[in-house]
């Protein structure tokens, strides 16, 4: 809906009125429309102001109108009408002006913005391009080099820096609606001045002297980044379109590409993951407790027990979020590391965000009773079950009653550790993701005993702390890493039967991963996994050459890695790795002749003769089996929904965002396609279990593959049935 008002006897104030972020949804629009013709047909109104009510001018095209059958006015008539209004328009930007938003003002004849305002076109984020006239008006207002940067980023930016690139016209710290009526009044007011100056569609575009050579900079920068993406290919070709057509054929330009893109998959995907991303902030436990009814409690002093890497990272986060922080480490060499590695770390990033460093935020501490008066201690030591027991039994002791007690584990047992406190209810698990003050995933796992407010609360404070957080239950490897394991296991089996790392990491990042699975286990150090499996009794010391090697706890096993490990090669940090490294610490991974000796050598000894395989046989059975897994885990309740998994990939393990998810990834193939798969390479390796598909897999299949949105309610019912 919008609201026509009239103010100060001849301005036409026109309200838009959808909340929460006054989306531009059909109803919008024609009331856009309507009352737009209105005040231009009233003699009364010699100009017009149009805000947002609730301090918030636009969120853009009403996204949930994308999946159904859209109705209602088309957006790029209704902005051409406001521009060739005859009477000065003026947009009275406060709280948002985002994609349609932005090219709702941009049609307008004057742009006044609250200082506190953001603006963008992040239509790129959402698998599009701006196509109400934002890739053709734009440019024409800032230039092709800003504008190319705003349209394929979809960075918002602040009223300060949107004045200065001449977005916006005047900024404001008073009340913007007030600024803009009295702009208006003076507007209406002023003789000729036409206001054909103003109708940005009629400027021409400033033309770079060396165009040809930005765009193609600008279009190979785009590529390798985009992992696959079309949508940011398609706003290159868009601008360039305004720089180099006419507007009537730019506008042209902008519809076909906008067309090509609104149909394809990776737009689905990627609006999928925008409301998947806000659907796991309404978490639920099967109990039934749930964000809802669950309140959190305030977290004014925090603590991190142990110091390494997470530990570090943990302690940035938490002093940048405004946090008072007790950071403990008993290892004195340690500790003094650790000061200056974090002091080091927040002074970038305030120098990067131009405010101070949270430096006076944290304590620092050799002695654990200094966490006695903390409101939520992170654990974050070594992944070692005795040694974190440990400290959750001196941590229950110290810790004033009521404190929550965290766990940054990456898989190890959550109730286990709450079985070691007196108060076991207030024990959740925040599983943070290196580097800890970067990365946006957080894993919150709640125990059978963790409560409701201890999960709320963990929830909250990882929101506070910017991050994407998730509640999933608790099992070996919660859900990211549990999912991992097959996906790592198919990648080491497929090593065995002929293929390279080289060869199964292209064929994953041409998949759209940022780094295949041998670079990223290289990177992540080959030891950590190593250390894990020497715990659940994986590795046999002498016997990972011998004829059993290949078969563990009675099912298939590559000791592979293990080999590599008793080699000292464990990755990056020793210069070798999966691949080899022209220093310790080098991140360029060339291809290593030993490493593909090794393998054949490998193969020998144990009677595997090497196949040709493809990049299809790689996709299909690492991300299948990795897909079986996240059924299973739907399957145990662990996750809650599709959603949770996929926005877990999407932000943990750089799962390109325009394939949404694995689980939404598995929809899109077609569950038919996923289990036909599975089956064939379950009977091609009977002795993988992973193969084997989930009876969730078979139960969707059977009921007619349900779009991903619906699986929910399959899940719920087989559940109600157990
Ligand atoms: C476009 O404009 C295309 C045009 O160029 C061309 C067309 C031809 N529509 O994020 P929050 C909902 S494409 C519908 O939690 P925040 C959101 O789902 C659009 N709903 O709050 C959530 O609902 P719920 C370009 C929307 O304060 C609620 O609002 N625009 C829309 O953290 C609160 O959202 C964009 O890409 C929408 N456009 O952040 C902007 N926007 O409570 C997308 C939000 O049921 N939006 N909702 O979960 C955002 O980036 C953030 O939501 C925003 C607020 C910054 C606005």
Redesign the pocket.
């Given at each position: 809906m919008a609201q026509f008002t009239r103010v100060s006897g001849s301005v036409g104030l026109i309200t838009l009125q959808n909340p929460?972020?006054n989306?531009?949804?059909a109803a919008v629009r024609q009331g856009i429309i309507d009352t737009v013709q209105r005040s231009l047909s009233d003699p009364k109104v010699k100009s017009v102001v149009i805000c947002g009510q609730n301090g918030i001018f636009c969120?853009?095209?009403?996204?949930?109108?994308?999946g159904s059958d859209m109705r209602g006015p088309?957006?790029?008539p209704m902005i051409h009408t406001i521009e060739a209004a005859h009477k000065p328009v003026v947009a009275a930007i406060e709280g948002?002006a985002?994609?349609?938003?932005l090219?709702l003002a941009l049609g307008c004849h004057y742009r006044i913005a609250h200082s506190k305002a953001?603006l963008g076109?992040?239509?790129v984020?959402?698998g599009?391009?701006?196509?109400?006239g934002?890739s053709q008006r734009l440019p024409r207002l800032i230039g092709v080099p800003a504008a190319l940067n705003l349209i394929t980023t979809?960075r918002?930016v602040t009223a300060a820096e949107a004045l200065q690139l001449g977005i916006v016209d005047v900024v404001t710290d008073h009340n913007t609606v007030d600024a803009a009526v009295k702009f208006a009044l003076s507007a209406a007011g002023e003789t000729g001045q036409p206001l054909d100056a103003r109708r940005i569609s009629t400027h021409p575009c400033p033309r770079p002297s060396d165009l040809d050579a930005l765009f193609e900079e600008v279009m190979h920068k785009v590529r390798q980044s985009a992992r696959g993406a079309i949508a940011p290919v398609a706003c290159v070709q868009a601008v360039r379109a305004a720089a180099t057509l006419p507007y009537t054929q730019g506008m042209e330009r902008e519809k076909e590409l906008?067309a090509t893109l609104f149909t394809s998959g990776q737009a689905r995907a990627l609006q999928y993951c925008?409301?998947s991303q806000?659907?796991v902030?309404?978490w639920s436990m099967p109990s039934g407790a749930c964000w809802d009814t669950s309140k959190p409690r305030p977290v004014h002093k925090a603590a991190v027990i142990g110091l390494g890497t997470m530990g570090r990272g943990i302690t940035v986060a938490l002093a940048q979020t405004g946090l008072s922080v007790v950071a403990v480490e008993t290892q004195e060499k340690q500790l003094v590391e650790a000061k200056q590695a974090v002091s080091g770390m927040l002074q970038r990033g305030a120098k990067r965000h131009g405010v101070a460093p949270a430096l006076d935020k944290i304590s620092y501490s050799q002695d654990i009773q200094a966490v006695a008066d903390v409101d939520l201690v992170i654990e974050a030591v070594f992944e070692d079950m005795a040694l974190k027991k440990k400290i959750f039994q001196q941590l229950s002791a110290v810790c004033k009653p009521g404190t929550f007690l965290c766990s940054n584990t990456s898989g190890l047992d959550v109730d286990h550790l709450a079985s070691q406190t007196r108060n076991p209810e207030l024990v959740v698990g925040m599983h943070f993701f290196a580097p800890a003050h970067v990365m946006k995933l957080l894993e919150v796992v709640y125990g059978p005993r963790s409560s409701p407010q201890a999960v709320a609360t963990a929830m909250q404070l990882g929101k506070k702390m910017g991050k994407v957080s998730v509640a999933v239950g608790n099992c070996r490897g919660f859900v990211g890493n549990r999912m991992l394991k097959p996906y790592m296991e198919q990648a080491l089996f497929l090593l065995e039967e002929g293929a390279t790392p080289e060869l199964v990491d292209r064929a994953l990042e041409e998949f759209g991963f940022a780094m295949g699975v041998f670079r990223m286990s290289d990177l992540s150090g080959l030891d950590v996994g190593w250390r894990v499996r020497k715990a659940d009794g994986l590795v046999e010391p002498g016997t990972a050459s011998g004829q059993s090697a290949r078969i563990r706890q009675g099912r298939r096993y590559s000791p592979l890695g293990d080999l590599l490990c008793e080699q000292g090669r464990f990755g990056q940090k020793t210069g070798r790795g999966w691949y080899q490294y022209d220093k310790p610490g080098s991140r360029v991974a060339r291809a290593d002749p030993w490493l593909h000796g090794f393998l054949e050598e490998y193969r020998a000894r144990h009677g595997l003769v090497a196949r040709q395989i493809h990049h299809q046989e790689v996709l299909e059975r690492c991300l299948y089996a990795l897909i079986n897994e996240g059924f299973r885990i739907l399957e145990d309740g662990i996750a809650a929904g599709p959603e949770d998994i996929d926005t877990i990939y999407v932000f943990g393990y750089s799962w390109p965002r325009h394939r949404g998810g694995p689980m939404f990834y598995a929809a899109m193939v077609g569950l038919p396609k996923v289990l036909e798969r599975l089956e064939h390479y379950h009977q091609a390796h009977p002795d993988v279990p992973y193969l084997q598909p989930c009876g969730l897999l078979r139960r969707l299949v059977a009921s007619g593959s349900p779009p991903v949105q619906r699986w929910r309610e399959v899940i719920k019912k087989l559940h109600s049935h157990l």
């Open positions: 929460p972020v989306a531009l949804s969120g853009g095209a009403d996204i949930k109108e994308f088309p957006l790029v948002i985002l994609g349609g938003g090219e953001r076109l992040p239509e984020t959402l599009l391009l701006p196509a109400a934002g979809g918002h906008m925008f409301f806000r659907a902030g309404r």
